[in-house]
Every structure is written in structure tokens, then in C-alpha cells.
């Protein structure tokens, strides 16, 4: 299993290049070439140079393990280190056995590059690669030598696998009332064996919409592969698709490079189209009655033990971090953890203090990756976000101390996808606090803050008010929304003292810019 490792990298590697080369007597070589025009150039001489430049190559590591068994290896992300680093590589393991060395950089997962990708997003796609893993790696020296040379590790990724090569495409095809899948099998002749098609899609249909080209190769339908079908059985595993379909597809020239390289084409390899469900991660902040959720070992109706959400607090911070009831846990803080004992995982909850990252799926988006006999993890590419990390209450109060409470006043312009934040409460009390802010919205510009509580909503006071009411003066605004709100910590000193709350007030004001000049993430 793969897990984050914090040592840092021991000892350096010597690499040693063998050139095959015609014996020569270097002492009939001049040690320097001097030009005479008397001469001319009908006797070139040899140089003789020590300074070659040291060649890059990436290895390709083919990792393969036992149900229930890991790879054999860690992987961390070593402070003041670039690049996600192989460590402890155990003896005898399937990683040790595939050339997998100590202080290798992973370049690629499974043909997706991953050394500019968030760390535990790349330790999700090793765990879900499922009994097959490959790594495209560079040893400690020659990673080192190619980003001080600034090399394009990219392009260097790419060249590894020759020119024209596309990966695989993994499509989902949902039925049209016109013209159905939009999509015609037509078996290749002359490949000497059956098992082998190509696509034919309609022009604007359904399977052309989904990511299918003209000539596309079939290679796996539904979670079944294609090489072992006759036409006839393929046609009418195709008829019985209800009113969609999930295909793996690959181009001509594709298909020749992973031959060429002898690499099974399969679904980890691929890049997705139109893919119906998708996993989702929540960042979630204790509120004063904790997290809000209450998680629920149950039995699926196909059998798996799945960790579901349950009775999810109205304007608890579970919520307004957007979680839904009946979905499942895949992942704890970037930790997959679906296979994982119920009380590891609520242990690895409560152990994560004031903030924790959970990663979700609908049970229907499960149960369709379970058809497909693929981890829903497998095509997962969003960012998990960092915690934060709180001071000590001994910390807090001093800072308290130090820094006056400033209330601010901040006036929001709604854009195409709102004001950007979430509202919170405390169940059956008055009073509201600002919940998420989306990162590059109207209410992060505006200076809104995560945890704030909301004094006044456009000019009325809110502390008394119970979330419905705050909810419905916000709306009442239209598109111009003008929040007093002070940090939680201010807020409180503030109360105690008896003063008022908008003396020392400091204006946030925010102008919608330029669509060309927002960056939304």
C-alpha cells in the first residue's frame, strides 16, 4: 500500500554510460585541432572532450500485486524537496522486483503526468490503481540534473513514449430518442483472429458528442474486454444496454504504441468523456457542536460495506461544506479509506482536530463504478485543500490581546455563480457566521473570511435573527450585498465589553473587474 513517508533522501546514486566505439591509438590523435588554410580542412582532426552531457532517460517500473497485498513502497513529498520521492522500498516486493529504487521521482501514474499534481491527489491514483501500477520514474541524480538544466519534464515524460501516441479514451454514451448510440461496430478483416473492431460513429450523434472519432478502436465495453467477443455476442451485449454505455476506445496509431511498447491497453490508462458521476471532496471546520454528521457502517443493496453520511445538522458546518445524506466515504484527508475498518476511520476523523477533508460519492455513482470494476478514485483530479493549522488557545488569547477587534463592512457584487460563500449557524440559535469562501469569488475579494460572524445584512442587525431571516435579507438586497461582520474571537471580546459593534469599522469595498482579469478555480 502506498502511504505518505517523511525521511528525507540518503546517499546519491553513480550512473555509469557504456559507448560502443571502433578502437582507435589515441596516441596518433592530436590533443588540439589548429587550422591551416595552406592545408584546408582534408585531414579533420578528433578531438578528444570529457565534457558530454549527461543523457536523461525515464524508467518505466511495471508494479503488480495480490488482492489485499501493497506494492512495497512509500511515497513521500519531502520537505524542501521537489517532486514525489519512492521511499523504503521492501525487499523482494513487487516494487523492488520492478527496478524501483530509493530516492526515485515519479514522473507519471499510469500514463498521467503527476509531478506538477497536488501530492495526496497523486497518492489517491497509486491507491486506486487497483492490482496493476505503472510508473514512468527518474533515479535521485537524473532528476536533479534535469531540473537544474530546466529541463521540460513534460516533454520529457511524453518523448519517453514516441511520437503520435494518444492514450485511451474512456466514453460514456447515453442513448439518443433519434438515433440511439449513434454509433456503428464494424469488425476489422485480415487482422488473422476475432476480437478486433473498429467505430464508425454518427456525424453530431450521441457517440460522436461523448468523445468517439471515426476509426476509433474498440477495446472494453461495460467493464468486459472486446478480444474475446464474436460480432454477434458484442451486438447483443450492445442491445441490451437500457439507455446508455461505457466505452474504451483508442485511435489507430495509439493502438500500434502500446503494442509496440507491449502495454495492455486498459481503463487506468485513459483520459474521460462525459463520465456521469465524479467523486467530490469537502473541506469541513469544527463549529461549536462539531462537525455535524454522524458516520454509518451499512450493507449496499450489491453487497459492499460502504461508510455512509447520516443525519447531517441543518446549518452545521457539514452542510454548508455542501455534504449529503447517504453519500460515501472514499477518502480521509487524501487516505483512501473505503476498505478500511469503521472505527479507523472515525478515529482518523476525530484525530484531525478542527478540520478534516472528506472525499464523497453518491451510492448510484458508486454502484455505476462497480460495474465497471474500476475505482471511482481511479480518474479523480480534484485539488484536496491543505488544513489549516489553528493556534493554541494560549495562542489565541494572546493574539486577542495584542490586536484590537476591527469590525468590517463588505460590499459584495453578485456574479454568474453568486456571492461566493457559504452561511452557518448553530441549530435553534440566533445569529449567523460566514461559512466556505470560494477562492477567487466576489466574497473573497470583498474580504470575507472563513468563520466570521455576520453583524448586519445591508444595513439591519442580524445577531438576534435565526438563519431563515438572515438568509431572506440577503436576498432581499439583489445584487448588491453589504455584510458588517467581525472574527469570532473579536466578536466575543467585543460582547463582553458591551461596546458597540461598529466603532473601529474598516471598509471592504469591491468593484466587479473585468471578466478577462478573473481567475476562477
Given at each position: 500500500?502506498?502511504t505518505l513517508?517523511?525521511?528525507q ?5 553513480i550512473?555509469?554510460?557504456i ?8 596516441t ?12 584546408g ?8 572532450s570529457d ?8 524508467r ?18 519531502d520537505t524542501g ?23 526515485d521521482r515519479?514522473?507519471?501514474v499510469?500514463?498521467d503526468f ?16 487497483g492490482?496493476q501500477?505503472y ?7 537524473d532528476?536533479k540534473?534535469a ?6 519534464l ?9 511520437e503520435?501516441?494518444?492514450?485511451p479514451?474512456?466514453c460514456?454514451i ?14 476489422i ?26 476509426g476509433?478502436?474498440?477495446?472494453w ?10 460480432h454477434?455476442a ?19 496509431r495509439?493502438?500500434?504504441s502500446?503494442?509496440?511498447?507491449r502495454?495492455?491497453?486498459?481503463p487506468?490508462?485513459a ?16 463549529g ?9 457502517q ?13 443525519e ?9 461544506a455542501?455534504?449529503?445524506d447517504?453519500?460515501?466515504?472514499l477518502?480521509?484527508n487524501g ?10 476511520i ?11 477533508t ?7 455513482g ?7 470494476s ?10 484536496i485543500?491543505?488544513?489549516?493549522r ?14 484590537p ?6 460590499v459584495?457584487?453578485?456574479e454568474?455563480?453568486?456571492?461566493g460563500?457559504n452561511?452557518?449557524?448553530v441549530q435553534?440559535?440566533?445569529g449567523?457566521?460566514i ?19 455576520v453583524?448586519?445584512?445591508?444595513g439591519q442587525n442580524?445577531?438576534?435573527?435565526y438563519?431563515?431571516?438572515?438568509v431572506r435579507?440577503i ?8 455584510l458588517?461582520?467581525?472574527e469570532?474571537?473579536g ?20 468593484k466587479?473587474?473585468d ?7
Amino acid at each position: 500500500m502506498c502511504t505518505l513517508h517523511p525521511h528525507q533522501a540518503k546517499g546519491s546514486a553513480i550512473r555509469i554510460m557504456i559507448y560502443n566505439t571502433e578502437p582507435v591509438d589515441a596516441t596518433e590523435l592530436p590533443k588540439k585541432f589548429t587550422f591551416n588554410p595552406k592545408e584546408g580542412i582534408d585531414n579533420p582532426a578528433l578531438v578528444i572532450s570529457d565534457d558530454t552531457e549527461p543523457e536523461v532517460r525515464p524508467r518505466l517500473c511495471i508494479l503488480k500485486r495480490e488482492e489485499g497485498q501493497g506494492f512495497g513502497f512509500y511515497l513521500s513529498s519531502d520537505t524542501g524537496c521537489r517532486g514525489h520521492v519512492v521511499r523504503q522500498v521492501d525487499p523482494w516486493s513487487s516494487a523492488e522486483c520492478s527496478g524501483l529504487g530509493e530516492g526515485d521521482r515519479v514522473l507519471e501514474v499510469n500514463e498521467d503526468f503527476v509531478d506538477d499534481k497536488d501530492h495526496l491527489t497523486v497518492v489517491l491514483k497509486v491507491q486506486a490503481s487497483g492490482l496493476q501500477l505503472y510508473l514512468l520514474v527518474l533515479s535521485a541524480q537524473d532528476y536533479k540534473f534535469a531540473v537544474s538544466e530546466r529541463r521540460d519534464l513534460m516533454l520529457l515524460a511524453r518523448t519517453h513514449c514516441g511520437e503520435g501516441c494518444s492514450r485511451p479514451r474512456l466514453c460514456h454514451i447515453k442513448k439518443d430518442p433519434d438515433h440511439g448510440l449513434g454509433l456503428s461496430i464494424i469488425p476489422i478483416e485480415g487482422r488473422g483472429e476475432r476480437g478486433h473492431y473498429r467505430l464508425n460513429p454518427v456525424s453530431q450523434g450521441p457517440a460522436e458528442r461523448a468523445g468517439i472519432q471515426n476509426g476509433d478502436r474498440l477495446i472494453w465495453i461495460n467493464g468486459t474486454m472486446v478480444s474475446a467477443l464474436t460480432h454477434a455476442a458484442l451486438s447483443k451485449m450492445v442491445k441490451k444496454c437500457v439507455d446508455h454505455v461505457t466505452v474504451l476506445v483508442i485511435d489507430r496509431r495509439g493502438e500500434e504504441s502500446y503494442t509496440r511498447r507491449r502495454l495492455p491497453i486498459i481503463p487506468a490508462f485513459a483520459k474521460t468523456h462525459n463520465l456521469p458521476y465524479r467523486p467530490k471532496t469537502l473541506l469541513l471546520t469544527q463549529g461549536p457542536q462539531g462537525f455535524g454528521f454522524l458516520l454509518r457502517q451499512e450493507k449496499l443493496s450489491s453487497g459492499r460495506i460502504a461508510h455512509m453520511l447520516r443525519e447531517i445538522d441543518s446549518c452545521s458546518p457539514a452542510e454548508t461544506a455542501g455534504m449529503e445524506d447517504g453519500e460515501l466515504v472514499l477518502a480521509v484527508n487524501g487516505e483512501q479509506v473505503e476498505d478500511a475498518e469503521h472505527e479507523d476511520i472515525v478515529s482518523k476523523i476525530r484525530q484531525s482536530g478542527q478540520q478534516v477533508t472528506l472525499t464523497t460519492i453518491s451510492v448510484t455513482g458508486r454502484d455505476y463504478y462497480t460495474r465497471l470494476s474500476i475505482s471511482p478514485l481511479l480518474f479523480y483530479e480534484d485539488h484536496i485543500p491543505k488544513r489549516e493549522r489553528f493556534p493554541s488557545p494560549s495562542q489565541a488569547h494572546e493574539e486577542g490581546h495584542s490586536t484590537p477587534p476591527c469590525p468590517r463592512l463588505c460590499v459584495l457584487h453578485k456574479e454568474g455563480t453568486g456571492f461566493g460563500f457559504n452561511l452557518g449557524c448553530v441549530q435553534n440559535t440566533p445569529g449567523a457566521y460566514i461559512g466556505q469562501v470560494s477562492t477567487g469569488s466576489t466574497g473573497e475579494r470583498a474580504g470575507l473570511c472563513e468563520g466570521d460572524v455576520v453583524v448586519e445584512v445591508n444595513g439591519q442587525n442580524v445577531e438576534e435573527e435565526y438563519f431563515d431571516e438572515v438568509v431572506r435579507l440577503i436576498k432581499k438586497g439583489g445584487t448588491t450585498l453589504r455584510l458588517l461582520v467581525v472574527e469570532r474571537p473579536g466578536y466575543e471580546n467585543l460582547r463582553k465589553t458591551g461596546q458597540p459593534i461598529s466603532s473601529g469599522l474598516t471598509l471592504h469595498s469591491n468593484k466587479v473587474p473585468d471578466i478577462s482579469q478573473d481567475n476562477f478555480v
